[in-house]
């Protein structure tokens, strides 16, 4: 005898079998991560992080409920043979959907709908192919939603809004014909556009682009770009900072294209594409924005010393696979456990310090996974430091940071100031400043 399978039975049996191992939504996150640019990787990032917690939530809950599966309805899809032998409270499936939703939907607020309804389908599916009761899949849900509210504690949901400026921040307008020369670094880093000097011809015809071969090439266009209205580059942090001091000694106003890897700098002028670069020089607003200086050099974003750097360039290349904050928890134990603290007088005090991260302006959130900035003009350094005179320093930082207790801990000590004097007792200092590493002197302010 042969029971014929309504439609609704199975579209319930694919939905739910989509979700099997959290698959549909590591398709989703790919997309995300993939064409969602900055906002997307890390609402893809977010997701599975909360997706991931859920299940080893749910795999602990099911050890102490140890509820039976419900009797198989006549005709669901899948037959007996195939009903999981865990427990029935809470679905997994459910916790994880609604965990992913939630947590994409916080970095990009418009994935709220379609993937909160595809979660409810989910969830849905689970109770008509049997294997589950409302029960389950509601307490599934309502544990994924709170696990994924729990990732702000560790890791901060950063605004979409750029930084901005003091009410009353002087500003001035660009004149009609203001000469534009932007400067292409192509080797700074993936650039947005596989061809960026052909698009900024599209975008800005009558902007002169210089596109250089090799980085030696760039103080002399950086040079003939200073003799234009308007110096812009396209190009990585690094790149940024030197065409930021050339546009600060000529007087000029720097028009920043997010053509590198990270783009911090652009980022926080809230300029995330090739169009929104060129949509700012239409509009022709300039604006003022605080540099900082280290050892006779200028930083726009961070100069630091000690490991900040090494834990850096480790946290980031992992936190594509795994996620901001366990890349940075993996870099933090593996540069620690080989590293040697750094002998320092800071502002006359001796201090031994692990790391000591500057940023030009206050940056958001406390910890060591700095990620943006209100404002760009608030005349303030934000001093971040890892003490090692301390026991069990390093021990007690990972600890910390694992539990979220960061702030409470005497290890790390994080202030603003004006200013900060630096005096190494073991020699020239080696700096990290907006991404580049340079040998400084013993002495620093």
């Known amino acids: 005898m042969t029971v014929s399978k309504p439609t609704v039975d199975v579209v319930a049996g694919l939905t739910s079998r989509a979700a099997d191992h959290g698959r549909v939504w590591m398709v989703i996150a790919a997309l995300l991560a993939a064409v969602g640019r900055r906002f997307g990787r890390r609402s893809a990032i977010r997701g599975m992080l909360a997706l991931g917690a859920a299940e080893a939530g749910t ?38 959907g609604f965990a992913f939703a939630t947590g994409a939907a916080m970095e990009l607020p418009v994935l709220s709908v379609p993937l909160g309804a595809a979660a409810g389908a989910v969830a849905w599916s689970r109770v008509r192919t049997g294997q589950h009761r409302w029960g389950d899949v509601t307490a599934g849900a309502a544990l994924g939603v709170a696990v994924a509210a729990a990732t702000r504690r560790a890791w ?33 880093g993936p650039a947005i556009s596989t061809d960026p000097e052909a698009r900024l011809h599209k975008l800005l015809p009558d902007a002169e682009v210089l596109c250089v071969e090799e980085a030696s090439e760039l103080p002399k266009a ?45 980022h ?24 900082a200086c280290v050892a006779g ?63 030009n302006c206050r940056y958001h959130p406390s910890g060591f996974a700095p990620s943006w900035r209100e404002k760009l003009d608030d005349g303030q350094l934000d001093v971040r430091i890892v003490d090692a005179a301390s026991p069990f320093s ?50 620093v302010t």
């Open 222 to 266: 950086l040079e003939r770009a200073s003799e234009a209205d308007v110096i812009g580059v396209s190009g990585g942090d690094g790149t940024v900072n030197r065409a930021a001091h050339t546009a600060h000694t000529a007087g000029k106003p720097l028009l920043v294209v997010p053509g590198g890897t990270l783009n911090h700098f652009a």
């Open 59 to 96: 795999a602990v809950v099911k050890q102490v409920a140890r509820r039976q599966r419900p009797r198989r309805r006549l005709g669901a899809l899948l037959d007996r043979r195939t009903t999981p032998r865990t427990s029935s409270f809470p679905s997994a499936h459910a916790a994880a």
């Open 394 to 443: 390093r021990t007690r930082l990972v600890l910390a940071v694992l539990t979220g207790r960061l702030g409470r801990t005497r290890v790390y000590e994080e202030r603003t100031a004006t200013s900060l004097d630096v005096r190494s007792l073991d020699g020239p200092l080696t700096l990290a400043v907006d991404g580049e590493v340079v040998d400084g002197p013993a002495h």
């Open 297 to 359: 050099a200028m930083f726009l974003n961070v100069a630091s010393f000690g490991v900040y750097p090494e834990l850096v360039a480790m946290r980031e290349g992992l936190e594509h696979r795994v996620g901001k904050w366990p890349a940075l928890v993996l870099a933090l134990a593996r540069v620690l456990r080989k590293a040697q603290p750094v002998e320092v007088e800071i502002d006359g005090r001796h201090r031994r310090v692990w790391m000591c991260f500057v940023g």
């Open 156 to 188: 901060p949901v950063a605004p979409h809004e750029p930084a901005g400026l003091r009410t009353g921040a002087a500003s001035k307008t660009l004149h009609p014909g203001a000469r534009v020369a932007i400067v292409v670094n192509p080797d700074a």
């Open 268 to 291: 926080a002028l809230g300029i995330e594409t090739f169009d929104e670069a060129a949509a700012a020089v239409e509009g022709g607003k300039v604006i003022e924005a605080d540099v």
